[in-house]
Each structure stands twice: as structure tokens, then as C-alpha cells.
């Protein structure tokens, strides 16, 4: 299997025991082991997918490879997915072809995201997939990081997507090794796709070109009987979108917000919605113009050459008063359920802001029964 690279060195017979020695030697991981994509393991991936194994997913950056389902399936071999797990790995990398979400940009960019690839729906109990504790790492669960692996080992080898030519991200994100999470089943409020307007009887995928995530710890509040802990909880977390030095805060865009059970089912209690949710953080997590850009001497730069031309009409950029948004829309404040069901936290995720990896979601097609 050639994996959509070129390899010229590549051998003709290869003992499994020699492989993951090998594909280190041919540049076809990005630093884990990987598994050999033997011939039987590659087509019962391909079987799984339902799909023929030349039809295109898509053209990979920065390389601009075209990649098809068998070349999908090779890197998904390599990571050690199972046949149920492709049509996942298929509709993540499919989902991500979409002009708004600029994978080549994604890819090659300076800022630290990655596509983070969420699913949702009866696929999540279907594959067995983590929801719990530790679930931005995987949760110990084959299939998360299975399928996030699988995704960066197509961007990597048929994709070319390597560090320093032509990727020039500063520090990295920890994701790019592999970030795929699952939204809880438990969550008070409708699945990720539903909200999104996309049946999905299969479950969906959802992608998003974010960073890591960023605890918003609900300290300093009494829960005892406290009727306005929600609105509480909203405002730290609102707080820790509206950071100075996110993209967010300067370009706008779109982001996500995680919830862990415990905390979503007091909010749903206490009567928030998904939506009422996003309109609150959207309405708060601001900050003054003034405070976001600031001239040599610290005033506020309200002049024309400093005027953002990324911003909407509506921000009035010459009042150093003026409370910006960091999304463009509440619907741009992406919100799911994950994590452990113990106590109440949140996490936020900026995003590259308006320049690209805007979420996009894809039903999954009903299982093919190629399964082991």
C-alpha cells in the first residue's frame, strides 16, 4: 500500500514484524508507531465503508494528492481502525473538503488548531466510543483515537502536511497527534447534528478547526440552593471566551463550549436552552474596543488605518466603549455535551477566528454490518 505518497523504496514483501520500523523509515508517521496496512485489513476497510475503493474523498493539502477511499483506508489501517470506524473517518475528511473550512489553511497555518472531529447520535453508543473522563485524550477507548489518528495520517501522507515545509505552526497542538471526542448521550439538550439542522438516524460528524481546550472552572459561587447559578456558571465562562489574546476576540469567527453532564443538567434545570445558552455568552462574552486595540502610549486605537475590516458594519470602531463579540452570531458559539458525569465544569475551545475551520456537519450513512 503506498498510502497516496510516493515511495520509491517502498518493498515489495514486507514482513509485519518489520513495519512499524519501516514506516518510520519512510517518513509515514508522524512520530507513534503504526499498525502494517496489510492487503486483507485495507479491504475490510473498504468493505466497511460501503463504498467502491476509487471513489475520491477529496484533494488533500497542501500536496493537492487526491485522495480516494482506499487511501483512506491504508492510513485508517495504519491507525488502527476497525471497518465500522471508516465511514467516520470518510465523512470527517469529506466534511472538511467545504471551501468555508480552509483545510489548506488549517493545515499550514501559524496558529495552533487542528480539526477536532465530533460525533454524535447513535453512532456514539454504536462504536462504543468514549464520553467521559479523560475523553479530549480518548478516554482509553480505541475508537476516539483510532479515528482522530486516522484523519492526521491522511493529512500527513497523502496530504503532505508536515512541520517546518510547508507547515509553520508556531508551538503545535497536542490534537494534531489525534482529537475526535463524541458528545454525550446523556445530555439534557438535542444532539450536536439536530441543533445543527442536519437529520442524522446513523449519527453525525461534526468538525471544527480548534485549539485545545481551556478550563473554565466554576469557582467562587455557593451552589446551595442558589437559584442563579447558572447565569453564574455562564459568566466565568463567558469570561474565559473573551481572552485578549484569542483570535476571537480580534477577528470574531465561531467557537465551542463543552459542558460536562453534571453541569448541563443543573443549567437545563434551572430553564437554559442550547439556544438561550449561546444568545446569554454571546451577549457577555465581550470586551471593550478600547482594551483590544490600544495605540503606542495605551490609548485606545479608534483612528481609520486601525480599523479591523473583518468586523461587522455594526461595531461602531471609532467608540472605545463599543463591547465586541467574539463570534459573529450566538448560532457561531458551537455547544455540546462531554466529559465525566462527576462535577460541574466547562471548557472552551477558540477557533482560528474568521479566517477559516468553521464547523461542518455530515450524517452518517447506516452501518453496512461490516463490522468485527
Given at each position: 500500500m503506498?498510502?497516496?505518497?510516493?515511495?520509491?523504496?517502498?518493498?515489495?514483501?514486507?514482513d509485519?514484524?518489520d513495519w512499524?520500523?519501516?514506516?518510520?523509515?519512510?517518513?509515514?508517521t508522524?512520530?507513534?508507531?503504526?499498525?502494517?496496512?496489510?492487503?486483507?485489513?485495507v479491504?475490510?476497510?473498504?468493505?466497511?465503508?460501503g463504498r467502491?475503493?476509487?471513489?475520491?474523498?477529496g484533494?488533500?493539502?497542501p500536496?493537492?494528492?487526491?485522495a480516494?477511499v482506499?487511501?483512506?483506508?491504508?492510513n485508517a489501517?495504519?491507525?488502527?481502525?476497525?471497518?465500522?470506524?471508516?465511514?467516520?473517518?470518510?465523512?470527517?475528511l469529506?466534511?472538511?473538503q467545504?471551501p468555508?473550512f480552509?483545510?489548506?489553511g488549517?493545515?499550514?497555518?501559524?496558529?495552533p488548531?487542528?480539526p477536532?472531529?465530533?460525533?454524535?447520535?447513535s453512532?456514539?453508543?454504536?462504536?462504543?466510543m468514549?464520553t467521559?473522563?479523560?475523553v479530549?485524550s480518548?478516554?482509553?477507548?480505541?475508537?476516539?483515537?483510532a479515528?482522530?489518528?486516522?484523519?492526521k495520517?491522511?493529512?500527513?501522507?497523502?496530504?503532505?502536511g508536515r512541520p517546518?515545509?510547508p507547515?509553520?505552526?508556531?508551538?503545535?497542538?497536542?490534537?494534531r497527534?489525534?482529537?475526535?471526542?463524541?458528545e454525550?448521550p446523556?445530555?439534557p439538550?438535542?444532539?450536536l447534528?439536530?441543533?445543527r439542522g442536519v437529520?442524522?438516524p446513523?449519527?453525525?460528524?461534526?468538525?471544527?478547526a480548534?485549539?485545545a481546550?481551556?478550563?473554565?472552572?466554576?469557582?467562587?459561587f455557593?451552589t446551595?440552593?442558589?437559584?442563579?447559578?447558572g447565569?453564574q456558571?455562564?459568566?466565568t465562562?463567558?469570561?474565559?471566551?473573551?481572552?485578549?489574546?484569542?483570535?476571537?476576540?480580534?477577528t470574531?469567527g465561531?467557537?465551542?463550549?463543552a459542558?460536562?453532564?453534571?453541569m448541563?443538567?443543573?443549567?437545563a434545570?434551572?430553564g437554559?436552552?442550547r439556544e438561550?445558552?449561546?444568545?446569554?455568552l454571546?451577549?457577555t462574552?465581550?470586551?471593550?474596543?478600547?482594551?483590544?486595540?490600544?495605540?503606542?502610549?495605551?490609548?485606545?486605537?479608534?483612528?481609520?488605518?486601525?480599523?479591523?475590516?473583518w468586523?461587522?458594519?455594526?461595531?461602531?470602531?471609532?467608540?472605545?466603549?463599543?463591547r465586541?463579540p467574539?463570534?459573529?452570531?450566538p448560532?457561531?458559539i458551537?455547544?455540546?455535551?462531554?466529559?465525566a458525569?462527576?462535577?460541574?465544569?466547562s471548557?472552551?475551545?477558540?477557533?482560528?477566528?474568521n479566517l477559516?475551520g468553521?464547523a461542518?456537519?455530515?450524517?452518517l450513512?447506516?452501518?453496512?454490518?461490516?463490522?468485527?
Amino acid at each position: 500500500m503506498s498510502a497516496g505518497i510516493d515511495l520509491p523504496a517502498f518493498p515489495a514483501d514486507i514482513d509485519p514484524a518489520d513495519w512499524p520500523e519501516l514506516s518510520y523509515r519512510l517518513g509515514l508517521t508522524d512520530g507513534l508507531p503504526t499498525f502494517p496496512p496489510s492487503r486483507d485489513v485495507v479491504e475490510a476497510l473498504v468493505a466497511g465503508s460501503g463504498r467502491k475503493a476509487d471513489d475520491i474523498v477529496g484533494v488533500m493539502p497542501p500536496s493537492g494528492r487526491t485522495a480516494t477511499v482506499l487511501d483512506v483506508a491504508a492510513n485508517a489501517a495504519m491507525a488502527g481502525c476497525l471497518p465500522e470506524h471508516l465511514p467516520v473517518v470518510l465523512a470527517a475528511l469529506e466534511a472538511m473538503q467545504e471551501p468555508r473550512f480552509n483545510l489548506a489553511g488549517v493545515v499550514a497555518t501559524t496558529h495552533p488548531c487542528w480539526p477536532l472531529v465530533i460525533v454524535s447520535g447513535s453512532a456514539v453508543q454504536r462504536l462504543a466510543m468514549a464520553t467521559a473522563e479523560s475523553v479530549m485524550s480518548g478516554g482509553g477507548v480505541r475508537a476516539n483515537v483510532a479515528i482522530g489518528r486516522a484523519v492526521k495520517l491522511v493529512i500527513w501522507n497523502v496530504g503532505g502536511g508536515r512541520p517546518r515545509e510547508p507547515v509553520q505552526e508556531i508551538f503545535g497542538h497536542p490534537g494534531r497527534l489525534a482529537f475526535c471526542i463524541a458528545e454525550s448521550p446523556s445530555s439534557p439538550w438535542p444532539a450536536l447534528h439536530d441543533a445543527r439542522g442536519v437529520p442524522a438516524p446513523a449519527g453525525a460528524v461534526t468538525v471544527f478547526a480548534c485549539e485545545a481546550p481551556q478550563i473554565a472552572n466554576p469557582w467562587g459561587f455557593s451552589t446551595s440552593d442558589n437559584p442563579r447559578i447558572g447565569e453564574q456558571w455562564l459568566g466565568t465562562v463567558a469570561d474565559q471566551m473573551s481572552t485578549r489574546g484569542n483570535n476571537n476576540t480580534h477577528t470574531m469567527g465561531e467557537m465551542l463550549v463543552a459542558f460536562t453532564p453534571s453541569m448541563a443538567r443543573t443549567l437545563a434545570q434551572q430553564g437554559w436552552t442550547r439556544e438561550s445558552i449561546q444568545r446569554r455568552l454571546w451577549e457577555t462574552a465581550r470586551r471593550r474596543l478600547g482594551d483590544i486595540r490600544l495605540t503606542v502610549d495605551g490609548a485606545p486605537a479608534v483612528d481609520a488605518a486601525s480599523h479591523y475590516e473583518w468586523w461587522p458594519e455594526w461595531v461602531d470602531q471609532n467608540d472605545p466603549e463599543m463591547r465586541v463579540p467574539v463570534t459573529w452570531s450566538p448560532s457561531d458559539i458551537h455547544v455540546i455535551v462531554t466529559g465525566a458525569d462527576s462535577i460541574p465544569a466547562s471548557a472552551v475551545f477558540p477557533s482560528w477566528g474568521n479566517l477559516g475551520g468553521f464547523a461542518v456537519t455530515r450524517a452518517l450513512p447506516e452501518p453496512t454490518g461490516q463490522q468485527r
